[in-house]
């Protein structure tokens, strides 16, 4: 693809990609691109030849399009790609800011010389490599998240979470809630309440009410002088033995379906959906338009942990641990060698930072 949309007036050729970066843009730790990687093959067409996540050598291809603000496409190896927001994991599509497709392209370039480091560990055969691992105490872990309003259906949601958890013991489940209502009196009933409690904890009440009256936007917003509670599941395993499992601001299925009015089919018209786990009584309610779900495995498969959080608030979290590693990514490597200047910078920060709480707790 080497062409701009066509227009009946002249479009002005973009910029070079360095003058749309911010002024305070980091470069993504581990990538081995820059700005000036990208080799202009036309006034509106760049390529770079990098890794993707998988470590693969492909060739990456920036199309400038025309139009009031700054756009383009992402092509890899001849495939147009969709952009999705890294901190708030929404699918934005195939349009996106040069800059956004450019980091994007980054991030894909450190994931891909992260995963060529990691094969190391993963490149004989089964045995071979369980051994190996097992002598240095290696066990495989991965984290995935994505916004729920990115899923159309109840049905790509199931399928989503069936692919992430396939190497795990757990399997769970997706159900719309369609109308679970206060009481005819205005008050909430008992089953409406989350709760925390656990195969080895009892049941702690939280100050959170769940029901289709309420504003999907105001969900599990704090009242005064409260904490915003984080929705989640965790299950650990050995073999197909669970071992412990615990909730937090969950309801249970069984109380929920006897209360409740569910749909297993489509959901793609409820604004509340549900999640269990089959084999327990854990459920997490939360609206799709504004919630992220975050999936954590551990120690090959044997711990797992399901959250459901805000997008807004994993956006804000997502975007300050990114600045942080890309700030601090080569004190996170263990492999790095960390240069004179870095010490250097991080010991007049440090004093910095004393030198300022100091000077903040006498006054």
């Known amino acids: 693809m080497s062409h701009h949309p066509d227009s009946d007036s002249p479009i002005t050729p973009p910029l070079p990609l360095a003058a749309y ?17 990208l080799i202009a093959r036309s006034a509106f067409v760049s390529t770079v030849t990098a890794l993707n996540a998988q470590g693969e050598t492909v060739e990456y291809e920036l199309v400038a399009l025309g139009g009031e603000q700054p ?3 992402c092509q890899v190896d001849g495939v147009r790609q969709t ?30 010389h ?102 999907p936007a105001d969900w599990l917003t704090p009242p005064p002088d409260r904490y915003q509670p984080r929705p989640w599941i965790t299950l650990n395993y050995s073999g197909a033995e669970l071992l412990h499992s615990e909730t937090m601001a969950a309801l249970p299925w069984s109380e929920l379906a006897e209360h409740a009015t569910l749909d297993h089919t489509d959901g793609s018209q409820a604004d509340w959906w549900a999640l269990t ?30 959250s459901i959080l805000p997008t807004e608030r994993r956006t804000e979290d997502n975007r300050r641990r990114d ?5 601090w990514g080569s004190w996170l490597d263990d492999e790095a060698v960390l240069t004179d200047e870095e010490i250097g910078v991080a010991v007049a920060e440090a004093a910095l930072t004393a030198a300022l709480a100091a000077e903040s707790e006498e006054h």
């Open 83 to 112: 952009y999705t927001d890294p901190h708030s994991k929404v699918v934005v599509g195939d349009v996106a800011h040069p800059a956004e497709w450019f980091d994007w392209i980054a991030r894909q370039d450190a994931a891909g």
């Open 71 to 73: 756009s383009a496409l």
């Open 277 to 306: 786990v089959e084999g327990t009584d854990y459920t997490l309610v939360f609206p799709r338009q504004y919630a992220n779900v975050y999936l954590y495995t551990d120690g090959d498969g044997a711990h797992v942990t399901l």
């Open 323 to 327: 600045r942080f590693e890309r700030r």
């Open 21 to 37: 970066l911010p002024d305070d843009y980091l470069p993504v730790y581990g990538a081995s691109l820059t700005p000036e990687s």
């Open 114 to 215: 992260l995963s060529r480091r990691a094969d190391a560990w993963y490149d004989s055969d089964e045995i071979e490599r369980a051994l190996r691992r097992a002598e240095f105490g290696i066990v495989a872990y991965a984290e995935e998240e994505t916004a729920c309003r990115n899923f159309a259906s109840l049905e790509e949601f199931r399928v989503w979470l069936g692919d992430h958890l396939t190497a795990t013991q757990v399997r769970a489940t997706v159900a719309a809630v369609t109308r679970f209502p206060v009481g005819s009196d205005g008050k909430p009933r008992t089953e409406q309440f989350l709760r925390t409690w656990g195969s080895e904890a009892p049941v702690r009440w939280a100050a959170y009410v769940m029901s289709t009256d309420h504003d």
